[in-house]
């Protein structure tokens, strides 16, 4: 019985260089920003390598769901098994709003100078991560505030 349970589900483990944010046993479900657009992973999926895009990560365990933040990075699946190896990646819950909102700030001021290409896309892209993060920060915190209604 054993062995047919765990072919339902995954394992998931998101590594930075600074941690491990997760190593997590039966996860049922693995949503992931890739640089292909989003993947679904459920068990039994065929082995992948990807690289990632910043975004969200969802986790799903049956009816339970975690978001986590990760930037750029590589994903791999093999074995109901999912490595996600991220440049960065914080959980929804653990995003500083503040910090989050001065990113944005800071982005917003570099998008309004006069700048070259790459400038710009670096402007650019870190408007993108700033507000993916306060958006899954402020998700977090509705979530938290209903759950103790």
Do not use: C
């Amino acid at each position: 019985m054993a062995t047919q349970s765990a072919t339902r589900s995954l394992s998931l483990e998101i590594i930075t260089a600074e941690r491990i944010v997760l190593s997590e046993e039966m996860v049922t479900s693995v949503r992931v920003p890739s640089a292909e657009g989003v993947v679904g992973i459920l068990p039994r999926h065929a082995p992948l390598m990807t690289t990632l895009a910043p975004g969200e990560l969802i986790m799903r365990r049956g009816e339970d769901e975690e978001s986590f933040f990760v930037t750029g990075g590589y994903l791999e699946v093999r074995n109901n098994h999912i490595a996600v190896l991220a440049d960065a990646s914080e959980r929804a819950e653990e995003i500083d709003i503040t910090r989050a909102e001065e990113a944005r700030n800071r982005a917003e001021a570099a998008l309004k100078e006069k700048r070259d290409g790459a400038e710009l896309a670096a402007a650019e892209a870190a408007m993108r991560r700033a507000l993916i993060r306060l958006r899954l920060a402020q998700q977090a915190r509705r979530r938290r505030g209903s759950s103790r209604a």
